[in-house]
């Protein structure tokens, strides 16, 4: 008889939501979201840590989910694609991709959107250079890298002038 797998324990909350799993080792964060807790938005492009299609936000840092274990995760805060909108309200960059067309057949776009949303809670308003830098690691096979980054100068507008408004 083959020996039983092991598996571990881990707590995890996702888009604001607790949850406690027992996970095999081997399981990737990926595979977690998406097969585990129906959150699909998150896409497998390569599972190489090339295409940035897996991207999610851990403790507010944009990584690529393919890359992590499941178990590396255990504490964290996660965000996903799933986790943007509020009340069935877009977020801000959601709006501005839609907009301003920045996606074709919208593969990349979680991963980008996430990509997104890191840099600007860092930089409120990144120069192109900035942005392209940023989203260096996110490959769109549309190649509709035009569109993205305006959508990603509106997202920043858009987020900048709620904040001044809040802040009035
Ligand atoms: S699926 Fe993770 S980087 Fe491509
Ligand atoms: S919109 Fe198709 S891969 Fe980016």
């Given amino acids: 008889m083959p020996d039983a797998v092991e598996t571990i324990p881990i707590r995890l909350k996702v ?14 964060l990926v595979e977690l979201l998406r097969e585990h807790l129906d959150l699909t938005g998150t896409h497998v492009g390569c599972d190489t840590t090339y295409c940035g299609a897996c991207t999610v936000l851990i403790n507010g840092a944009a990584v690529k989910s393919c890359t992590v274990f499941a178990v590396q995760a255990d504490g964290a805060e996660i ?13 801000p960059i959601q709006r501005a991709f839609a907009e301003c067309y ?3 057949c919208g593969y990349c776009t ?3 959107m996430l990509a997104t949303h890191q840099l600007l809670a860092r930089n409120k308003r990144p120069d192109e250079k900035a942005i392209r830098k940023a989203i260096a690691g996110n490959t769109c096979r549309c190649t509709g890298y035009q569109n993205i980054i305006k959508a990603i100068q509106a997202a920043a507008r858009n987020m900048d002038g709620v904040q001044q408004r809040s802040s009035v």
Wanted: glycine share 16%; charged share 20%.
């Fill in 15 to 28: 888009n604001g939501k607790s949850h406690s799993l027992t996970v095999e080792p081997r399981l990737l």
């Fill in 110 to 112: 979680p991963g980008l």
């Fill in 79 to 91: 965000l996903t694609v799933e986790g943007l909108e509020t009340d069935g309200q877009l977020h």
């Fill in 102 to 104: 920045g996606l074709q």
